[in-house]
T-cell receptor, first 112, second 109 residues
Framework: DGGITQSPKYLFRKEGQNVTLSCEQNLNHDAMYWYRQDPGQGLRLIYYSQIVNDFQKGDIAEGYSVSREKKESFPLTVTSAQKNPTAFYLC???????????FGQGTRLTVV | QKEVEQNSGPLSVPEGAIASLNCTYSDRGSQSFFWYRQYSGKSPELIMFIYSNGDKEDGRFTAQLNKASQYVSLLIRDSQPSDSATYLCAVNGWGKLVFGAGTILRVKS
């Protein structure tokens, strides 16, 4: 089945630890995005990539890092520099940079 | 000024009525416009997309775009209780897809 897979669905980490969230798509999409959603809030853009080996910072990139070494993969690392990492993280992809995007199921990260 | 603005609601409508959701955006260079629906605890799902000025209809949904006024709207006809959700407006300019904070819609039976 084609789609966007985020793993794990739930993730718990201790404060001060880096953690990497996985996002894989088999839709042959060029563009990929990472968003953060806090309770009762909208989606805030962390990073986006329009093509392999290239990515841009979104509105809240501080404390996060990404890589885009393969077309199908866009992992997000939440570093210890991120002051409030507990949130719902959503990955999306689209065929092109201005076309409709589709979302994975999300990863709920809790840092204690 | 936020890039994409929506009234947070909640917007309450009776079952069978028309729900009207609105969105404004700040970047005149924006090229594509989207409406997503998000149920509590779930990821957003695409409802409509629109690229050109005017109306676009799909079943009970109509998206309206006015680039001169930098305004996008979504009409839901014959609203059903299952339409109760948060509706997110998204705008894409130069590859950057930005979302509004969402409008909560409640359809009362």
């Amino acid at each position: 089945d084609g789609g966007i897979t985020q793993s794990p669905k739930y993730l718990f980490r201790k404060e001060g630890q880096n953690v990497t969230l996985s996002c894989e798509q088999n839709l042959n999409h060029d563009a990929m995005y990472w968003y953060r959603q806090d309770p009762g809030q909208g989606l805030r853009l962390i990073y986006y990539s329009q093509i392999v080996n290239d990515f841009q910072k979104g509105d809240i990139a501080e404390g996060y890092s990404v890589s885009r070494e393969k077309k199908e993969s866009f992992p997000l690392t939440v570093t210890s520099a991120q002051k409030n990492p507990t949130a719902f993280y959503l990955c999306a992809s689209s065929i092109g940079s201005n076309t409709e995007a589709f979302f994975g199921q999300g990863t709920r990260l809790t840092v204690v | 000024q936020k890039e994409v603005e929506q009234n947070s609601g909640p917007l309450s409508v009776p079952e069978g009525a028309i729900a009207s959701l609105n969105c404004t955006y700040s970047d005149r260079g924006s090229q594509s416009f989207f409406w997503y629906r998000q149920y509590s605890g779930k990821s957003p799902e695409l409802i409509m997309f629109i690229y050109s000025n005017g109306d676009k209809e799909d079943g009970r949904f109509t998206a309206q775009l006015n680039k001169a006024s930098q305004y996008v709207s979504l009409l839901i006809r014959d609203s059903q209780p299952s339409d109760s959700a948060t509706y997110l407006c998204a705008v894409n300019g130069w590859g950057k897809l930005v979302f509004g904070a969402g409008t909560i819609l409640r359809v009362k039976s």
